[in-house]
């Protein structure tokens, strides 16, 4: 699809997610927007607005208007994208929180982004207590679940928040206010994402809202009115809130949602919300596989299933299960959705069984990929590791060496885009103008990412270039790993390295750490001290003490050595003979 035409069809398709919701609430009031999975709780489009509006109407009454951010830190997935849609309606800027964070990097977060207002979680509200001394917010909302429901503790407010400026979740949504009215552009900023930085703390990644068209552009090209998206990832990430979440009101879709993934009950939960399409991150995958085959493995629902990354084994998953189409391609906070490919795995033959397929058939779906010029490969071909497909009409895609130049085809360098029309991407990194610019520099947003291109225009991802690693979904900074590490009174410094995980192709963390002199560490302390001052994800798998680093003439750590070592030792131990 020529550049041009495509940015047409995204216009035509809207900028403003709060038009859709209100067009879905006109043309079928009735139909359920939310099958809220953990409580049984359904939500026509015309009561989530009503109730998203209610909010908007509150929290415009603690002073919240246009371009103010309101932080969100909660477990529960309805609160979560009732505040979204509320904060949006209220002119505000939505700043969700990682719901695992506490201590250091919740009060950096915190403070780096000065929300107006943090709507939180009882439950979680004691981690925002511990770090009160450190923060300043002028009002907070506090979330209590309903007596009988799923996330119902009987928590109580802490001393410390008590005697803040505190309103309740549902008196603001109950309250009859009138509703606001704020006036919106495709280009203001509609959220702020945190994510994982490589030579220090979290940044926070300004989007627009034509930057949700954009990530969404790809994907609900495959989908119609008829569609069931599933999610069960965290809404203070871009998959589940913007993906699986919000691209739903484009095409008017019901989304089953959930509060995480559960091996266990998933396919009960495809049953009981009748979704056609959902995400598989990398560990899913084999969580999946390794229960048990049944004879009516393949009878459910789903019939596009988006995995990220690709595994070597999405041919095998897809027979059992019957996915007919599998997609991946390349999706970032910063540059939305750059890549899709679509692997068609059962041509004519019936995947997902013919009663229960819904969506667009499937002859529709290779019209739709042919007309975006999206790659559609067979999946009964070996495909390629890495591959990620063509690049999106509305984004120039450029493989750059060390200078910024064109790498040849087949030659690895740094993925990097540039839009083809306004604010498409990432606007800056919020509080951050010199690594924005280092991120822009010569004209090109730089990923971070180890890609190639062959000579038929594909592009394959190789590996990350930047200190990150990947850990059960999320991208997990080697420098705050470290930071927090650190803070052991005995730790000298500390060295984190990505390790190939037991289960997916994701990373578990291996930490390499040299004490002060003169003082004693043991690996049971440390890995306490892990779990006290970082989320569970962050905590490292493999602890090494060391008596000093290798490093190199200028000082620093030769992190390739440490890598080298502890794979070494875990394959030993793996395959003693």
């Known amino acids: 699809m020529q550049p041009d035409l495509a940015f047409s069809r995204l216009l035509a398709e809207g900028d403003m997610v709060l ?9 079928h009031p009735e139909k359920t927007f939310i099958y809220y999975g953990e409580d049984d709780v359904s939500l026509s489009f015309k009561a989530f607005k009503e109730k998203s509006d209610a909010l908007a109407a509150g929290l415009a009454g603690l002073g919240v208007t246009a371009d103010d951010r309101v932080s969100v830190l909660t477990r529960n997935s309805l609160m979560a994208a009732l505040s979204m849609f509320a904060i949006w309606r209220a002119g505000a800027v939505y700043a969700p929180v990682n719901f695992n964070y506490k201590g250091r990097l919740l009060s950096y977060q915190l403070r780096d982004t000065a929300p107006k207002v943090l709507i939180v979680d009882v439950n979680l509200a004691p981690a925002v207590d511990e770090v009160l001394a450190d923060i300043t917010i002028p009002h907070y909302v506090v979330y209590h679940p309903e007596a009988g429901d799923h996330d119902d503790q009987g928590a ?27 006036s919106r552009g495709y280009d203001d900023v509609a959220n702020i994402i945190y994510t ?54 484009w095409h008017g879709n019901t989304v089953g949602l959930w509060d995480r993934f559960s091996p266990s009950q998933f396919w009960q939960r495809i049953e009981r919300c009748q979704a056609t399409a959902c995400v598989l991150l990398d560990v899913m995958v084999p969580w ?26 999405n041919r095998e998953v897809a027979r059992r299960f019957g996915f007919d189409f599998v997609t991946a391609g390349f999706g970032q906070t910063e540059t939305g959705a750059g890549f899709l490919v679509v692997i068609d795995q059962f041509g004519d ?55 910024d130049q064109p790498c040849a085809p087949g030659q690895v360098g740094q993925l990097s885009f540039r839009p083809r ?11 951050k103008p010199e690594k ?36 059960r979904g999320e991208n997990v900074s080697s420098y705050e790993v470290e930071d927090l590490i650190n803070t052991h009174p005995a730790i000298q410094v500390s060295a984190a390295i990505p390790v190939p995980a037991r289960e997916g192709h994701e990373e578990d963390i291996g930490v390499f750490i040299e004490a002060v002199e003169g003082l004693a560490l043991e690996v049971d302390s440390i890995r306490e001290h892990c779990h006290e001052v970082m989320p569970k994800y962050m905590v490292p798998r493999h602890i090494r003490i060391v008596p000093s680093m290798p490093l190199t003439p200028t000082g620093k750590i030769e992190k390739y050595k440490l890598r080298q070592q502890l794979l070494e030792e875990l394959n030993r131990k793996n395959h003693p003979h």
């Open 421 to 431: 029309f306004p604010s498409l991407i990432i606007r800056e990194y919020f509080n």
């Open 349 to 403: 033959q019936a995947g997902t069984p013919e009663p229960l397929y819904k969506g667009l058939s499937k002859q529709d779906v290779r019209a739709a990929a042919a007309e975006l010029d999206a790659l559609i490969v067979d999946g009964t071909k070996d495909i390629p590791k890495g591959l990620m497909g063509r690049p999106s009409p509305l984004l120039e895609a450029a493989i750059l060496d060390e200078n």
């Open 156 to 182: 109580s407010l802490p001393a410390g928040l008590s005697r803040e400026s505190v309103r309740d979740f549902h008196a603001l949504i109950s309250s009859p206010m009138e509703p606001v009215a704020v």
């Open 288 to 313: 999946l596989m390794s229960a048990p085959e049944r004879s009516d493995d393949r009878h459910n629902t789903l019939n596009k299933v988006h995995m990220q990354p690709l595994p070597p084994s």
């Open 196 to 249: 994982s930085g490589t030579t220090g703390p979290s940044k926070g990644v300004v989007q627009s809202f034509r930057w949700m068209n954009q990530y969404n552009f790809l994907p609900r090209a495959f989908n119609n009115a008829d569609d069931v998206l599933y999610c069960d990832l965290p809404l203070y990430h871009v998959g589940g809130a913007f993906s699986q979440f919000v691209r739903a009101v």
């Open 19 to 27: 038009d859709r919701l209100d067009a879905c609430v006109e043309r």
């Open 436 to 471: 924005t610019l280092e991120a822009f520099r010569n004209l090109w947003f730089h990923t971070g990412d180890a890609c190639y291109r062959d000579e038929q225009g594909c592009y394959f991802f190789v590996d990350r270039m930047g200190g990150y690693l990947r850990v």
